[in-house]
């Protein structure tokens, strides 16, 4: 490497001294021994590379096991997060399992009649409750566990961060000590060497110096070019690991309705097999029915066996009174059980509304510390784009619309109400003989909102207040085992239409039919199960003016025989009591679940403070500014260049002034001044 620069550098000396017209081979001759400037000034060359190279690596060391360091995190990190998954997905198969066994052993319970086997029962159940409880708290808890552990890592980072910033920091700036002072000693170095031969390699050493500087820059533009490439592979690597989870995750997403949609339809199945089992033991009731008859006749055949049997029936009457009694005791001791367990019902009630209550709590905290930091946020980037507007581009700045800065804690959406069962049944007993249809509580048409089962179509057409009121006037007549024998002493004086009302109120409350929605499922059930399940069927009661109250399709006009009213009743409550339903009564009270579906809108709202063009003029900005930071740092060191240059002249002239009026000068024969006065006139 040392022999290619000198003959480099000779070369170029060569075409130097044609181009002035000097003799190259003399300088050749001169050139054999080199000199001892340039010999100090490669010694100080290769030291300050040295220096140089051995100080970046120094320095970028650090950075490179921090990215090692962060690899090797995501890799980890991504291995946990599969880990967790897996588990999740496991635990959810496992749960699911588990209930569906304790809800089939609640089924089976129906055909159990002995007291003990229910005990049994009851306690099985409770106790595989309890374990199901306890796996899904020991979740709770490693996930609880891991996420305090992802915070003591965050925290450790952070703090490890912060060591190799200033660790970087301190080996930056021992290194400019040390390339200060190495600088110093090599350049004063060099002007001992230069002494005798300055005002002849000047030119050549400043060119020199500018041809190294031209190639470390180069270098270290090559080198930002390759940085920039592998920045951009790693994100397109980012990205497309990003959208092959994102389809993972739409793939398991339809994978999981389709479940939930079969589902659904066994259950519908399942409800018809009921229904089905229901009318056959309805028919073998009636022929039980018929026997009973012809077993009377029978009966009078053996009432001469009576006599016969009379001491036989005595004796086991002594047993029948001691069966008796061991079964009250039995019942009084299965009583107190239940006793004991409705108490540990309600302890675990007040605990799940302890948990509740504690989960509200946390949830609240959490929403408001993340929204003091948003507003923090949008407070620092507002106040960055007003100074940016303001002092660096000089427009005029204007407050955006901040609603969402006025808000403290979560979200809570305002609920619609609706009208309740009993004032609804008010309203169409009132409106007697007014064909006029009914509307809801929000001002529009009252639809029903779910058809019959089985059924592809969901009708929701509008009903006249004559036929709700006909339908419900059969519901009162023919539903009175639905109330109290009291109730009904005292509903007699009153007048027709206040006895109804009071029957309605009693019967809305046994079969569950709280708003305004319930009543209109019972009267479209009621029309349709005359059309679809008795379709045969016409005991001459019609309403025809419903054809003609503003009905949206034709109705047959054909009301329920009163003989169907039960069944149709027993067919409503089968299809009417959902299953989510029945969960939610067994909620304890107090229990809401919260609407969340405005909380995207609100953070993105927050996200979205500074528009995308202000984000566009912060980009243009920062390049600018960059530029003419690289037009500053050029300018100071041309400064201190010309700086240098000055000192040296002026020791230069300091110098040759001692030097021409020194008084061995004089006696010379031949002075520096007349040489000095010779050469201009040659």
Same mark, same amino acid.
């Given at each position: 490497?040392?022999?290619?620069?000198?003959?480099?550098?000779?070369?170029?000396?060569?075409?130097?001294?044609?181009?002035?017209?000097?003799?190259?081979?003399?300088?050749?001759?001169?050139? !054999?021994?080199?000199?001892?400037?340039?010999?100090?000034?490669?010694?100080?060359?290769?030291?300050?590379?040295?220096?140089?190279?051995?100080?970046?690596?120094?320095?970028?060391?650090?950075?490179?096991?921090?990215?090692?360091?962060?690899?090797?995190?995501?890799?980890?990190?991504?291995?946990?997060?599969?880990?967790?998954?897996?588990?999740?997905?496991?635990?959810?198969?496992?749960?699911?399992?588990?209930?569906?066994?304790?809800?089939?052993?609640? @089924?089976?319970?129906?055909?159990?009649?002995?007291?003990?086997?229910?005990?049994?029962?009851?306690?099985?159940?409770?106790?595989?409750? +309890?374990?199901?409880?306890?796996?899904?708290?020991?979740?709770? +808890?490693?996930?609880?566990?891991?996420?305090?552990?992802?915070?003591?890592?965050?925290?450790?980072?952070?703090?490890?961060?912060?060591?190799?910033? +200033?660790?970087?920091?301190?080996?930056?700036?021992?290194?400019?000590?040390?390339?200060?002072?190495?600088?110093?000693?090599?350049?004063?170095?060099?002007?001992?060497?230069?002494?005798?031969?300055?005002?002849?390699?000047?030119?050549?050493?400043?060119?020199?110096?500018?041809?190294?500087?031209?190639?470390?820059? +180069?270098?270290?533009?090559?080198?930002?070019?390759?940085?920039?490439?592998?920045?951009? !592979?790693?994100?397109?690597?980012?990205?497309?690991?990003?959208?092959?989870?994102?389809?993972?995750?739409?793939?398991?997403?339809?994978?999981?309705?389709?479940?939930?949609?079969?589902?659904?339809?066994?259950?519908?199945?399942?409800?018809?097999?009921?229904?089905?089992?229901?009318?056959?033991?309805?028919?073998?009731?009636?022929?039980?029915?018929?026997?009973?008859?012809?077993?009377?006749?029978?009966?009078?055949?053996?009432?001469?066996?009576?006599?016969?049997?009379?001491?036989?029936?005595?004796?086991?009457?002594?047993?029948?009174?001691?069966?008796?009694?061991?079964?009250?005791?039995?019942?009084?001791?299965?009583?107190?059980?239940?006793?004991?367990?409705?108490?540990?019902?309600?302890?675990?009630?007040?605990?799940?509304?302890?948990?509740?209550?504690?989960?509200?709590?946390?949830?609240?905290?959490?929403?408001?510390?993340?929204?003091?930091?948003?507003?923090?946020?949008?407070?620092?980037?507002?106040?960055?784009?007003?100074?940016?507007?303001?002092?660096?581009?000089?427009?005029?700045?204007?407050?955006?619309?901040?609603?969402?800065?006025?808000?403290?804690?979560?979200?809570?959406?305002?609920?619609?109400?609706?009208?309740?069962?009993?004032? @609804?049944?008010?309203?169409?007993?009132?409106?007697?003989?007014?064909?006029?249809?009914?509307?809801?509580?929000?001002?529009?048409?009252?639809?029903?909102?779910?058809?019959?089962?089985?059924?592809?179509?969901?009708?929701?057409?509008?009903?006249?207040?004559?036929?709700?009121?006909?339908?419900?006037?059969?519901?009162?007549?023919?539903?009175?085992?639905?109330?109290?024998?009291?109730?009904?002493?005292?509903?007699?004086?009153?007048?027709?239409?206040?006895?109804?009302?009071?029957?309605?109120?009693?019967?809305?409350?046994?079969?569950?039919?709280?708003?305004?929605?319930?009543?209109?499922?019972?009267?479209?059930?009621?029309?349709?199960?005359?059309?679809?399940?008795?379709?045969?069927?016409?005991?001459?009661?019609?309403?025809?003016?419903?054809?003609?109250?503003?009905?949206?399709?034709?109705?047959?006009?054909?009301?329920?025989?009163?003989?169907?009213?039960?069944?149709?009743?027993?067919?409503?409550?089968?299809?009417?009591?959902?299953?989510?339903?029945?969960?939610?009564?067994?909620?304890?009270?107090?229990?809401?679940?919260?609407?969340?579906?405005?909380?995207?809108?609100?953070?993105?709202?927050?996200?979205?403070?500074?528009?995308?063009?202000?984000?566009?003029?912060?980009?243009?900005?920062?390049?600018?500014?960059?530029?003419?930071?690289?037009?500053?740092?050029?300018?100071?060191?041309?400064?201190?260049?010309?700086?240098?240059?000055?000192?040296?002249?002026?020791?230069?002239?300091?110098? @040759?002034?001692?030097?021409?009026?020194?008084?061995?000068?004089?006696?010379?024969?031949?002075?520096?001044?007349?040489?000095?006065?010779?050469?201009?006139?040659?």
């Amino acid at each position: 490497m040392e022999a290619r620069r000198l003959r480099i550098s000779a070369r170029l000396e060569a075409k130097r001294r044609e181009a002035l017209g000097e003799d190259p081979n003399s300088h050749k001759e001169q050139k !054999e021994e080199p000199r001892k400037s340039r010999k100090q000034m490669e010694d100080s060359r290769q030291r300050l590379a040295k220096l140089v190279s051995d100080g970046t690596q120094l320095v970028t060391n650090i950075q490179i096991a921090a990215d090692a360091r962060e690899t090797q995190r995501r890799a980890d990190e991504e291995e946990l997060r599969r880990l967790r998954v897996e588990k999740l997905d496991n635990e959810a198969k496992t749960s699911l399992e588990k209930f569906e066994d304790i809800t089939q052993k609640w @089924l089976s319970s129906g055909t159990r009649r002995v007291p003990q086997e229910l005990w049994e029962l009851l306690n099985l159940q409770q106790q595989q409750c +309890g374990r199901l409880i306890e796996d899904k708290n020991k979740l709770i +808890g490693e996930l609880q566990q891991e996420l305090k552990r992802k915070d003591e890592l965050y925290v450790k980072d952070l703090k490890k961060q912060a060591e190799d910033v +200033g660790l970087l920091i301190e080996r930056m700036e021992e290194q400019i000590r040390s390339l200060t002072k190495t600088f110093r000693e090599e350049l004063l170095n060099i002007e001992k060497a230069f002494e005798s031969e300055r005002r002849d390699l000047l030119n050549s050493n400043r060119r020199k110096w500018e041809e190294g500087m031209e190639a470390r820059r +180069g270098r270290e533009l090559e080198d930002l070019t390759l940085r920039m490439k592998k920045v951009e !592979e790693y994100e397109r690597q980012l990205n497309q690991l990003r959208v092959q989870d994102g389809e993972e995750y739409n793939v398991i997403k339809i994978k999981l309705e389709t479940d939930v949609q079969i589902l659904q339809q066994q259950l519908q199945q399942m409800k018809a097999t009921y229904q089905l089992n229901q009318e056959k033991l309805e028919y073998n009731y009636q022929v039980l029915k018929k026997r009973d008859e012809e077993n009377t006749i029978t009966k009078s055949q053996q009432k001469r066996r009576i006599t016969r049997l009379q001491d036989v029936l005595n004796n086991l009457r002594i047993k029948l009174d001691k069966q008796v009694k061991e079964c009250r005791e039995q019942n009084a001791a299965q009583s107190d059980d239940i006793q004991r367990l409705a108490e540990q019902c309600q302890d675990l009630q007040k605990k799940m509304r302890h948990f509740a209550a504690a989960d509200a709590k946390k949830f609240h905290d959490i929403w408001v510390m993340n929204e003091e930091e948003m507003k923090g946020l949008v407070h620092r980037a507002l106040e960055a784009d007003r100074i940016i507007q303001e002092q660096q581009l000089g427009l005029p700045w204007k407050t955006p619309d901040l609603w969402f800065m006025d808000n403290v804690g979560p979200l809570v959406p305002q609920k619609q109400k609706k009208k309740s069962a009993s004032v @609804l049944a008010q309203e169409v007993m009132a409106s007697a003989g007014s064909d006029e249809s009914l509307t809801s509580s929000n001002g529009q048409s009252a639809r029903l909102k779910a058809g019959v089962p089985g059924s592809a179509e969901q009708p929701s057409p509008p009903f006249s207040a004559r036929t709700v009121k006909r339908i419900l006037e059969r519901v009162s007549e023919e539903s009175g085992f639905l109330i109290e024998a009291k109730l009904k002493q005292l509903l007699s004086p009153l007048e027709k239409d206040e006895r109804s009302l009071l029957k309605l109120d009693s019967i809305f409350g046994a079969l569950g039919i709280e708003d305004e929605d319930d009543v209109y499922e019972l009267v479209d059930f009621f029309l349709r199960y005359k059309q679809e399940d008795a379709p045969g069927q016409d005991d001459g009661d019609t309403d025809r003016s419903d054809t003609s109250a503003g009905d949206d399709r034709p109705r047959q006009g054909v009301l329920i025989h009163p003989n169907d009213v039960v069944r149709a009743l027993r067919a409503f409550v089968a299809d009417f009591h959902k299953p989510s339903e029945k969960l939610s009564q067994s909620r304890p009270a107090g229990w809401e679940e919260r609407d969340s579906s405005e909380d995207a809108a609100y953070w993105a709202e927050a996200a979205r403070v500074v528009p995308e063009s202000r984000l566009r003029v912060w980009d243009a900005l920062e390049s600018a500014l960059e530029k003419y930071h690289d037009v500053l740092s050029g300018r100071s060191q041309l400064i201190t260049e010309t700086s240098s240059l000055r000192q040296q002249n002026a020791e230069l002239r300091m110098l @040759l002034h001692q030097y021409l009026n020194s008084r061995i000068n004089q006696e010379l024969e031949i002075p520096p001044t007349q040489m000095l006065q010779m050469e201009p006139q040659n």
